[in-house]
């Protein structure tokens, strides 16, 4: 759907989600950046990082059930036995993560045109990444003017039940009907807010159906 200034005179309050929203990373797929982490840490023990960090995720979020993981509960469960190894692969895809992302620049506008307007703007995202990184993302690619980040694994809540978008508007104060949520993902940006309750708005995804597969 276009992003239109009919959205902003409608809605008070604004909602983003950020990975492949408001930004966009230099990979074709995100998990493309493993390979990276591997290529740039120099060690025979390294060799197949990519496979291993993917199952390390799949094995944390099975084994810790319905907690919402961060980057911290990953690497806990990565098949690397030296624990200074696994600190400088994690610094590194941290680093890399800073380092590979942009803002995506229709939504960038958008985004910018609602603060402009004096639509309060709030952002909303799942993922593992501490707060202080995803922050760090935002403010290297330009974007601020938000009132408040939710990160799921702060909150140990997602966006894909509902829950984190139950405790925004709880936290904020704010009515369903004053507030509409864009990002990519139909499960947790359109479906996730529909279960909330609120309007959702989805944009076109990088890659979609390359991912899908």
Excluded at 34 to 58: C, N, W
Aim: proline residues 2%.
């Amino acid at each position: 759907m276009l992003l239109t200034d009919w959205l902003i005179k409608k809605y008070g309050i604004i909602s983003f989600d950020i990975f492949d929203t408001l930004i966009l990373r230099n990979v074709e797929r995100p998990k493309d950046l493993f390979y990276l982490v591997e290529k740039q840490v120099p060690d025979k023990r390294v060799v197949g990082f990519h496979d291993k960090r993917i199952s390390a995720e799949k094995i944390a979020r099975r084994k810790l059930g319905t907690k919402e993981i961060n980057i911290n509960d990953i690497y806990n469960y990565l098949d690397i036995d030296d624990i200074v190894l696994k600190e400088k692969l994690k610094s590194k895809e941290i680093e890399l993560e800073l380092s590979s992302c942009s803002a995506n620049p229709k939504i960038k506008e958008f985004f910018e045109r609602a603060i402009c307007n004096g639509n309060e703007v709030i952002i909303i995202s799942d993922m593992y990444l501490p707060k202080e990184v995803i922050e760090a993302m935002l403010k290297r690619c330009g974007i601020s003017g938000y009132k408040k980040l939710y990160v799921s694994n702060s909150y140990n809540a997602n966006k894909m039940t509902g829950k984190l978008f139950e405790i925004a508007i709880s936290e904020l104060g704010i009515s369903k009907k004053n507030i509409v949520h864009i990002g990519d993902s139909i499960k947790a940006d359109f479906l996730g807010a529909n279960k909330a309750g609120i309007k959702a708005v989805l944009v076109h995804r990088k890659n979609r159906f390359r991912r899908f597969i």
